[in-house]
Nanobody, 116 residues
Framework: QVQLVESGGGLVQPGGSLRLSCAAS????????MNWYRQAPGKERELVAT????????NYADSVKGRFTISRDNAKNTVYLQMNSLKPEDTAVYYC?????????WGQGIQVTVSS
């Protein structure tokens, strides 16, 4: 079955960095774009970053442009989110998301907290 498993979250001080990973299984990972979303307390889930199947093109929310980088390793079936210059407003649960032919899939989510 399809699984998306996030890792790498945690507590970091403002200005710090974290790298999230999402390990995918159960589908042809290399054929699909991948996405990172986040949801802060009391707010709607928002799209953070998208990467095409080959990794040749990426898109970012305006709020993270220049600070976050999405990448993927199709040999490892893994998508990454490198987060630099983190701000308290980046605090949220981060989700990996894949839209497949049959349905959408979400990871379980991982907490990122930016606080001093």
């Amino acid at each position: 079955q399809v699984q998306l498993v996030e890792s790498g979250g945690g507590l970091v001080q403002p200005g710090g960095s974290l790298r999230l990973s999402c390990a995918a299984s159960g589908f042809a990972f290399r054929n699909y774009p991948m996405n990172w979303y986040r949801q802060a307390p009391g707010k709607e889930r928002e799209l953070v970053a998208t990467i095409t199947s080959t990794g040749g093109s990426t898109n970012y929310a305006d709020s993270v442009k220049g600070r976050f980088t999405i990448s993927r390793d199709n040999a490892k079936n893994t998508v990454y989110l490198q987060m630099n210059s983190l701000k308290p407003e980046d605090t949220a649960v981060y989700y990996c998301y894949a839209k497949l032919v049959t349905r959408d899939y979400w990871g379980q989510g991982i907490q990122v907290t930016v606080s001093s």
